[in-house]
């Protein structure tokens, strides 16, 4: 069992930055990867990112490879993603993911069994 809570979340304007946070909790001992999503009103969740806990191999979305970065902290069993020169299109909830297993696809909703609440991040124009 594991669990994820996000942080950082805000508003901000077009052309800023922010960095979201993820504390994973309980079997944090066998991790293999975790990931972020984001779901804005009326559409499907969607895959942002993802690193890999014992190498930090990382995967991004097109949209945002250049202008974002995730990695990790292996003490403190955390997860980042530092987004920069944001736009309107990123407004979103963002979720935490992990799983404890294999990953075939890292932009699969189904690869991750644990999820976050999420955290609501505004871009205004």
């Known amino acids: 069992q594991v669990q994820l809570v996000e942080s950082g979340g805000g508003l901000v304007q077009a052309g800023g930055s922010l960095r979201l946070s993820c504390a994973a909790s309980g079997r944090t001992f066998s991790l293999y990867g975790m990931g972020w999503f984001r779901q804005a009103p009326g559409k499907e969740r969607e895959f942002v990112a993802a690193?890999?806990?014992?190498?930090?191999?990382?995967y991004y979305r097109d949209s945002v490879k250049g202008r974002s970065t995730i990695s990790r902290d292996n003490t403190k069993n955390t997860v980042s993603l530092q987004m920069n020169s944001l736009k309107p299109e990123d407004t979103a909830v963002y979720y935490c993911a992990a799983t404890l297993y294999t990953v075939v696809d890292w932009s699969k909703e189904y690869e991750y069994r644990y999820w976050g609440q999420g955290t609501q991040v505004t871009v205004s124009s």
């Open positions: 690193i890999r806990w014992s190498t930090s191999s990382t």
